[in-house]
């Protein structure tokens, strides 16, 4: 099924968020479905975490420059936390409401994964910064994208060059490697919200498999279907 032969709901914005390591490819797979929406004339918001308002991407300067670290694995958590607030509160739930699909790069489950499962802060303390943030906010499709560790891991170095690792790129493999179980753990507990996605192959074939995701979580009714 084609964009042009697509019906797109109306009403409230839908809300899809892509997961997973480091260098996955997440942000070229964001701009991909966002140049097809908005071919098919769908407003689209495309944005990310840390960051994705002014205040919160205040936050991200300070988390990925490692401040936060220095913090402790709680602290830094709360500055995760902060910076979501801020971004729901002023650019996710806004735009919903008027009806914009947001596409957003990293949430929650970065929290659940990088803080949660790789950095041990207790469940019942991110339980708490997420009602808090982000309340009953559920993001209508998760999209993983998982892919070997020592693959993403070429692609981000490849793509920064000379530059300097930020505060998560510069863990060992042992933490990359516990952040794509942690992320397939997610998938596997929340099938009805997320896909896992197999990443490693050229950018326009996980292209195809996001799309098919949308296409079969998002617009799955017959109805949805018009013909041209
Ligand atoms: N974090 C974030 C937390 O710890 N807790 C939280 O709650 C949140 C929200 C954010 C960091 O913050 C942490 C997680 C992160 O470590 P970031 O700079 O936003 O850091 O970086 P990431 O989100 O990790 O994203 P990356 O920049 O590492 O990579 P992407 O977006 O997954 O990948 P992308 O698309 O930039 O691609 C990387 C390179 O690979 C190429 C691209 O051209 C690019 O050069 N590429 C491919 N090459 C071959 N085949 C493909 N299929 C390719 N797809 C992309």
């Not at 942690?182 to 998938?187: L, N």
Request: contains cysteine; proline residues 6%; charged residues 25%.
């Amino acid at each position: 099924m084609s964009e042009s032969a697509v019906k797109w709901p109306s009403g409230r914005g839908r809300f899809v968020t892509f997961e997973g390591g480091e260098g996955t490819g997440k942000s070229t797979q964001i701009k991909k479905l966002a140049d097809r929406l908005k071919a098919a004339r769908m407003r689209i918001l495309v944005t990310r975490e840390p960051g994705g308002s002014p205040g919160a991407e205040i936050m991200r300067h300070l988390v990925l420059s490692g401040m936060g670290k220095l913090l402790g694995p709680e602290a830094e958590t709360l500055l995760f936390a902060a910076a979501r607030d801020d971004h729901v509160r002023t650019v996710i739930q806004p735009a919903l409401n008027q009806g914009t699909w947001v596409l957003c790069d990293r949430f929650a489950d970065s929290t659940r994964a990088y803080q949660g499962s790789l950095g041990q802060v207790p469940a019942a303390l991110i339980n708490a910064m997420q009602r808090v943030t982000i309340g009953d906010l559920k993001p209508d499709l998760t999209i993983i994208l998982d892919l070997p560790v020592e693959i993403g891991l070429q692609r981000a170095a490849a793509r920064r060059g000379s530059g300097t690792p930020d505060r998560f790129e510069a863990e060992k493999l042992g933490f990359h490697q516990g952040l794509r179980e942690a992320y397939r753990k997610i998938a596997a507990d929340d099938p009805a919200r997320c896909v896992l996605i197999d990443a490693n192959s050229d950018p326009d074939t996980v292209a195809g498999r996001v799309w098919t995701a949308l296409r079969d979580r998002l617009l799955p009714t017959p109805a949805s279907v018009v013909s041209i």
